[in-house]
């Protein structure tokens, strides 16, 4: 692999990297701090999960859903109600909240599906509707969640926000069972790369060199190490961190591994021949909202825990961040391209920008600008490149 094939690769990474040691350096440091670097997960989980459902919807042919921010007030408002007037219990409230995601996008995606109506406008009028309902459930109030020891409020919260901590392993200073998890992913990682090699070279198909291939997976595996280290000088891994990874992990097999997601990549780059080749288009594009709404309704809880409140304002311009992760990430605009891997660099992106501009104290409009401008940079790059490949209109 050239330089020039390297760059175009790599593009994004490499920008990542340029851009967290500049925010690194621009905070004198202070974005390694490990309650820093923690946050960093913890305050964009939310974007990671809704990227990989955006990604679905992107897959088809470039459609967005613009609904999802509405989503997160709306499902948020009822976790909310749920909690503090009905005091159920915090696992039917996830489920059930679940279920009237999923009802969301099914509807969604009849209408997307089925009827042909333009995603744009049937999720724009999902905006409107889901946040006018959001703040009829909420009353035009902020809802706050109990913390108090022994409340339902505070079991929601412990599922979502707590550190796991593993006796006879973590200290008081130190919570060794982060680290320890590092090793083992670090571990793994080489495994799986081994075998993979191995089944290749049996079946005699051609690879990349065992240089490249596994000086990748030692410079992955060093960052691993050095985020879980710092991960440890703080609380430990935190429980938001294991759904976020649950859902990048099921979003990455069906994209890659399975005929299905396979079918979203056919769906956007050509829908006609897809359709001859007997795929059922509609209910691509229904399990794609459908999908998205589900991942929605998740992030509603994930952000209501977070925060600890919900409001008529919550979930504003959410789709705005998932929708900029997945093309920075190299998902195009077209549709038929484009990763869970990537998305989720676009994600962290994004956080490192947002993280690193909070901490030097700049102004959040500040904020929307330097976004604003890395999507721009990102859409232009990917419309070039398509362009020059032929695949542009």
């Known amino acids: 692999m050239n330089v ?3 760059i175009k690769k790599y593009t994004m990474v490499i920008a990542l990297v340029v851009v967290f040691i500049f925010f690194a350096w621009w905070t004198e440091q202070r974005l390694l701090y490990p309650q820093n670097l923690s946050n960093l997960l913890i305050q964009n989980a939310y974007v990671l999960v809704l ?11 470039g459609n967005i859903d613009l609904s999802v921010g509405s989503t997160v007030c709306f499902i948020g408002a009822i976790a909310a109600q749920m909690l503090t007037k009905h ?7 996830i489920l059930l909240c679940l279920v009237f995601s999923c009802l969301i996008g099914m509807w969604q995606g009849f209408w997307i599906g089925y009827v042909h109506i333009p995603p744009f406008i049937c999720t724009l009028a999902g905006m ?9 459930i909420l009353e035009s109030k902020t809802i706050a969640i109990p913390q108090s020891d022994g409340t339902v409020g505070k079991k929601f919260l412990d599922i979502f926000t707590s550190y796991i901590e593993v006796p006879g392993v973590d200290t008081a200073d130190k919570k060794w069972s982060a680290f320890i998890l590092g090793i083992i992913i670090a571990v793994a990682l080489i495994a799986v790369t081994v075998l993979k090699r191995v089944k ?3 079946k005699g198909y051609k690879q990349e060199s065992a240089i490249s291939q596994f000086g990748k997976i030692l410079v992955i595996d060093a960052l691993v190490l050095a985020y879980t280290w710092k991960l440890s000088l703080y609380k430990g891994i935190p429980v938001m961190a294991i759904w976020v990874l649950a859902v990048v992990g099921i979003y990455a097999f069906i994209t890659s591994k399975t005929a299905f997601g396979r079918h979203f990549y056919a769906v956007g780059g050509n829908e006609k021949a897809t359709k001859l080749s007997g795929i059922n288009t509609k209910m691509v594009y229904f399990m794609a909202y459908t999908s998205m709404s589900v991942l929605a309704g998740l992030s ?6 977070r925060v600890g409140s919900v409001n008529g304002d919550t979930g504003n311009s959410f789709e705005m961040d998932a929708i900029g992760s997945c093309f920075i990430g190299g998902a195009s605009a077209y549709g038929g391209s484009g990763t869970v891997g990537g998305v989720m660099v ?3 992106l994004l956080g490192v920008i947002n993280q690193g501009m909070s901490i030097k104290g700049l102004d959040n409009n500040w904020q929307y600008v330097v976004k604003g401008g890395v999507l721009l940079v990102a859409v232009i790059f990917d419309v070039v490149s398509n362009k ?4 542009a209109g």
Not at 128 to 136: K, Q, S, V, W
Not at 300 to 305: E, P, S, Y
């Open 200 to 202: 290749k070279a049996k």
């Open 51 to 61: 990227a990989c459902g955006m990604l679905m919807c992107i897959l088809t042919g």
């Open 300 to 305: 509603g809880l994930l952000v209501a825990a």
């Open 128 to 136: 409107f509707l889901f946040r006018g309902f959001g703040r009829a």
């Open 87 to 93: 005091n159920l219990n915090p696992i039917v409230v």
């Open 346 to 348: 676009g994600a962290i």
């Open 388 to 391: 020059k490949t032929g695949k």
């Open 4 to 6: 020039k094939t390297f």
